[in-house]
C-alpha cells in the first residue's frame, strides 16, 4: 500500500546536531591550540602552572562549547520564542493574529499549522456569529410580520367588542378587514412553516410523473383572475406537448406560485407578465417576466435572502405585503430539485428562469 503522505524530515534535529559537532569542534580546537600554547611557553616549567592547568583546561573546554552551541542555536531560540509568544497571543484571542516564520523544518511546519488552526477557528466563529446574528434578524423579521396583522384584527375585535361603528356598512367592513388580516396572518405562518420545513435536514421531496406544462397551465388559470383585478394580462407560451417530469408538483406549483406573485406586486400597472417553457436535451427552463422598476445591484444581490423586501412604494397597494419568504422558498424547492433559479434583471426587465433537470431521482 502505497504511503498517502511523505514521511516528515527531521531537519531541526540535524540542524542541532550539526551545531553540537560544530561547537565541539571548536571547542576541541581552542582547547588544543591553548594546551599546545601553554605548553611551549617558559612558564611550563613552573610547577603551579603544570598543577593548576589540568583544573582549567576542562571548565574552558565547557564554556568555549556552550557559547559557540548558544551562538549557533540562536535563531532556533529566537523561533521557538516567536512560535510562544504567537500562541500567547492567540489564546487570549486575536485570532487575527499569524506567526511569521520563514523556515522549512519541523518548526516552519508548526507555525504553519497553527496558523491554518487560528484562520480555521476564526472562520468558524464568523461563521456563527453571522449565523447568530441571522437568527436575531429572522426572530426580528418574524415579530414584526406577525405583529403588524395581529396588532390590526385587535384593534377591529375592539371596535366590533365595543359596538364602534355607525351603520351596518361600517360593521361588514371591519368584519371583511378583520377576515383580511386573518388570512394575511395565516399565510405568512404558513410561509415561516414552509420555509422551515425546506432548511430542515431532514427535508424530503414527493417525487411523482408530472405533465410540467400541464401543471403551470392551470396554475396560469387559477391565476388569471387575480392579474386581470390589478390590470396585468398573461402571456404564455409553454407549448402543447407534455413535458413529463418526476417532480413534487405541490412544491414546484407552491415555487412558481411566488414567483408569479411577486411579478404581479411589483409590476408596472397595466402591464404583462410572460411565461415561457423550453425544453433543452436534459432540462428544462421555466420563465417569469415582467417589467417593473429599476433595482440597484446591492437590491438585486439580496432578492432571494429570508425576510427581505424590496421598498414598498415599489410595491401594488391593492396586495398586501408578503413575509419576504416567498423568493427564498422558491429558491430552496428548486434546489431541492437539484436545479437553479436565477434572475436576469436588465433596466426595467425582470426574468426569473427555474431550471430543471428532467430525470430527476425519485
Partial sequence: MKRLFKKPRKRIQINILLRVV?????????????????????????????????????????????????????????????????????????????????????????AHNINQMTERLQKQMLKEREIENSKMEMITGISHDLRTPLTSIIGYIELLRTNTFQNQEEYNRFVNNTHNKAIHLKKLLDDLFEYTKLNSVDATLDYKQVDLCQLVDQLLFDFEPIAQENHIQLHKDIGDSPIIMSIDSNKIARAIDNLLMNALKYSFKPGMIYVRIKKELTTITLEIENNGTHLTREQENKLFDRFYKVDHSRSSEGIQSGSGLGLSISKNIVELHRGTIVLDHVDTRFTFKITLPINNPS
Avoid: C, H
Fill in 22 to 110: 560544530l561547537s565541539a569542534t571548536l571547542a576541541a580546537g581552542l582547547n588544543n591550540l591553548l594546551i599546545f600554547f601553554i605548553t611551549n611557553m617558559n612558564g611550563w616549567e613552573n610547577e603551579w602552572i603544570r598543577t593548576l592547568f589540568p583544573y582549567f583546561i576542562t571548565p574552558f573546554f565547557v564554556l568555549i562549547f556552550i557559547l559557540t552551541f548558544l551562538l549557533s542555536t540562536r535563531r532556533i531560540v529566537k523561533d521557538l520564542m516567536s512560535l510562544e509568544r504567537g500562541l500567547q497571543t492567540i489564546s487570549e484571542g486575536n485570532l487575527s493574529y499569524r506567526v511569521s516564520m520563514n523556515r522549512q523544518d519541523e518548526l516552519g511546519r508548526v
